[in-house]
């Protein structure tokens, strides 16, 4: 097995798990800072009219 060695902010060696770790918790700080954000009130009625055109297509195939 090969064990890659990049370096870290705080300069220590780190392996893969570590590394995918690290992008795993950016990624999840970053999500939940996006789930803090208004959203504005026309990308609300436009995601609400593409969800009922989603269902409406869903139930055609049913």
Same mark, same amino acid.
């Given at each position: 097995? $090969? !064990?890659?060695?990049? =370096?870290?902010?705080?300069? %220590? +060696? *780190?392996?893969?798990?570590?590394?995918? @770790? *690290?992008?795993?918790?950016?990624? @999840?700080? %970053?999500? @939940?800072?996006?789930? =803090?954000?208004?959203?504005?009130?026309?990308?609300?009625?436009?995601?609400? !009219?593409?969800? =009922?055109? %989603? $269902?409406? +297509?869903? $139930?055609? +195939?049913?």
């Amino acid at each position: 097995m $090969n !064990e890659t060695t990049d =370096k870290t902010a705080t300069g %220590l +060696k *780190s392996g893969p798990s570590e590394l995918g @770790a *690290s992008v795993s918790r950016k990624v @999840a700080g %970053l999500l @939940a800072e996006i789930e =803090k954000e208004t959203v504005p009130d026309r990308l609300m009625e436009l995601a609400l !009219e593409l969800q =009922k055109a %989603l $269902n409406d +297509k869903q $139930n055609l +195939k049913a």
